[in-house]
Structure formats: C-alpha cells, structure tokens
C-alpha cells in the first residue's frame, strides 16, 4: 500500500473518479488486473478471506494511497479491495499508468521510494504481529510509533492485531 503525495500521485490528477459505498467491492481475488487505484476519499480495507471463514485485513487505505500496487505487475489481484466507509477512488487504466511511469522517470522513482517506505511499514507491522502477548504488541507498537492521539487507539487494536477489548484491558491494566 502506497501513502503519502507523491510525485507518482500526480498521474491521477485527470483520472475518473468512481465513489463506492461502505461495503461495496471494488475488486476480487483473482479479478484480472486491468486498473491502478489511488483512494481520494474514505478508506478501502484490503482483505484476503481464509478458509475458516474470516477475514485477513492486509491493509487499511486511506486519502492518497494506492490500493494493491503490488498487483501491478501481476495478471490477478492477491485479494479483495472493500470499501470500509463512504469512499472516492481515482481509477487510471493500468496501461495507461505504466506508460506514465515509463515517460516520467522522477514518477517512477517516487513510486519506488514511497513504496519502500510502504514496506518497511508493512514488515514492521508483521513482527509485531508475530508477538504472542498483547502486552508486547502494544509496547513494540509504541516503541514504534509514540502514544497515539485522544480517541485513536481503537484504531491500534486493529493494527496490532487484537480486539478492542483485549486493548482496553491491557490499557486499564497499565493504569493501576
């Protein structure tokens, strides 16, 4: 998931742009890879369904990031991309945004660096998931980022991978 304006955004600038409900899909799993995302607006929850039913959240994308970049050069999407809110996506044929790329070399290289930011973010977010205790979730996720502001920390339940409850309690534990 790419973030953050960059150079390479700028190639949606002209770009349609379609605006999905919360819970509309924008594509499917193994849905042909025909288009490059950029959300304007909302967010859009890429998601990979497991076998026992659930969910695996890959990523949550909000303004100005990318959705599934990694499926780029790939013939299908890894995963669903769902609407999480009310939202607004820029949609550029995928032709059309590597042609881009390719005349634009500052673009490409904007891509490339935001997108390795994008990774180190993601690998660090898999460590953390690989923490068994909530207690060391929550520490290597702080350690990480600094206490996040008044009313947000509902959002790091999902980013370490642990229910609202189960935080609030390590949370309250903390306190005493």
Known sequence: MISIMSEWTQLFEDAPQRKFAKGDVIFRRDDPVRSMFLVRKGSVALERPLADGG??????????????????????????????????????ARIKFLSALRQCPDSAMSMIETHAKAVQAQRARIEILRLRRVSDRLDAWLDLNGEPPKGEWIKIAEQIGVSPPALYRELAQRRK
């Open 55 to 92: 969910l695996l959240t890959l990523n949550t994308a909000g303004p100005g990031t990318a959705l599934a970049e990694a499926s780029l050069f790939s013939e299908s999407y890894h995963c669903d991309a769902v609407a999480q809110s009310d939202a607004k996506v820029a949609v550029l």
